[in-house]
């Protein structure tokens, strides 16, 4: 059996010179090639550094104590952990990085998020140096490390690969000319789901950016076909990582009162922008897993950290949960989080409600269905297959 709900959630602490360093399931930068590789190779340079990408805070951690260093941080669970440790952050895109403000930026490409959003964080990176100030960075040779450091060179000027170990390359860069202006953030894009059409706004780095995942498609019309679109006017629905809110928007314009979590705060901020500009109205809130409703549900989750795991109030239940959770195979981290999702659903259900679970065809969630629910059923299976399990009733 994997992970609990509660050890999910808790924090474990490392020990590092001078303190100690939280990490935690769902959390990026922890036993990573990369970060250890950026971690052993930088060194402080003037005054003020930038972690644009910290996930915990591996990276920039030698030059705690020897710089003033800034982490902006978009992953709610990352900025858990790095609140935990005492490191300086914030929640906030790297585009929001002050200008011309760093004498060091230090950079882990955050290749898994796309080409947009690597190319906006080199610009960032960019804009955000004085002129003559230096940029570490690091990233993964099949990741588009070659290529991203071509790109930063030429936003920079000056630069040179520092270490090659295996597939990991760390690069020491230095800006010598006028970065450019940031390209266009927004993107947006129309979508007809259960026949109705929605326009979508996203940032760059989103899930399944510019065109409706099939799977969500998949999941929407097996639930309208288990519960009908009137099984839906008033139900309490949560959608889990919800995106740009592919599942919320529909499931909003059918009459569902839906709240909807999410750890990435460029999807969240993309969410909310949908919503708005499609009139919809739904509960957004930044969140890993389920934290967020244990903390209250209000607002953004801007409460100090908790290591404990939530505890469910009778008003947190839901008649729906719905998720599309992240998928990709091999990162121990994603499969850590794909089960949480599962028990934060087991946890969340009021009786008698239903959980929708979309997935590919070869992942085994139904045997973890099988031990959280005692029973599901599979309503259909093409590219994708979608799972339904219930919740058993009271007596
Ligand atoms: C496969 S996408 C589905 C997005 C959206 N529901 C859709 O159908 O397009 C999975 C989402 O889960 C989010 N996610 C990943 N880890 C998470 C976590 N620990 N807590 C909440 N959401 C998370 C991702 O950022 C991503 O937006």
């Known amino acids: 059996m994997g992970l609990t709900l509660a050890e999910y959630h808790r924090l474990t602490p490392l020990p590092r010179p001078g303190g100690v360093l939280y990490v935690k399931p769902g959390a990026r930068g922890y036993r990573?090639?990369?970060?250890?590789?950026?971690?052993?190779?930088?060194?402080?340079?003037?005054?003020?550094?930038?972690?644009?990408?910290?996930?915990?805070?591996?990276?920039?951690?030698?030059?705690?104590?020897?710089?003033e260093v800034d982490r902006l941080e978009t992953s709610r669970a990352a900025f858990r952990c790095l609140q935990s440790s005492g490191l300086k952050a914030r929640l906030a895109p790297p585009w929001e990085a002050e200008e011309n403000a760093y004498d060091l930026v230090v950079l882990a490409l955050p290749a898994g998020r796309g080409t947009a959003y690597v190319e906006a964080t080199l610009v960032s990176a960019a804009r955000a140096l004085r002129m003559g100030g230096r940029v570490y960075l690091a990233g993964d040779k099949n990741k588009g490390f070659e290529r991203y450091f071509k790109e930063a060179r030429a936003l920079l000027g000056y630069g040179l690969v520092l270490k090659r170990e295996g597939p990991v390359r760390v690069a020491l860069l230095e800006k010598e000319r006028e970065a450019p202006p940031l390209p266009s953030l927004w993107h947006p894009f129309q979508a007809r789901l259960l026949g109705e059409t929605f326009t979508f706004f996203h940032l760059p780095g989103v899930f399944s950016a510019g065109k409706v995942d099939k799977a969500s498609v998949l999941l929407l019309e097996a639930l309208v076909g288990e519960v009908g679109r009137e099984g839906i006017r008033g139900r309490r629905i949560l959608d889990l990582g919800a995106g740009y809110g592919a599942l919320t928007l529909p499931l909003a314009r059918l009459g569902g009162e839906v709240t909807a979590l999410e750890d990435d705060l460029v999807s969240v901020l993309s969410l909310e922008r949908s919503l708005k500009e499609n009139r919809l109205a739904a509960r957004v809130l930044h969140s890993d897993v389920d934290e967020a409703l244990a903390e209250g549900g209000v607002g953004w989750g801007s409460r100090p950290a908790q290591d404990q795991a939530p505890g469910l109030t009778e008003e947190e239940a839901f008649d729906i949960i719905v998720t599309n959770p992240p998928f990709h195979v091999g990162g121990a981290v994603i499969l850590d989080v794909a089960q949480a999702f599962v028990e934060a659903a087991a946890a969340r259900l009021k009786p008698g409600g239903g959980f929708f679970l979309v997935a590919n065809p070869f992942l085994k969630y139904e045997p973890l269905l099988e031990e959280r629910f005692g029973a599901f059923r599979t309503l259909l299976v093409r590219e994708y297959k979608v799972l339904f399990a219930e919740k058993a009733r009271r007596g």
């Open 32 to 67: 990573d090639p990369v970060y250890e590789a950026l971690q052993a190779a930088v060194a402080p340079f003037g005054q003020r550094a930038l972690d644009l990408n910290p996930g915990v805070g591996l990276a920039s951690l030698p030059l705690e104590g020897r710089m």
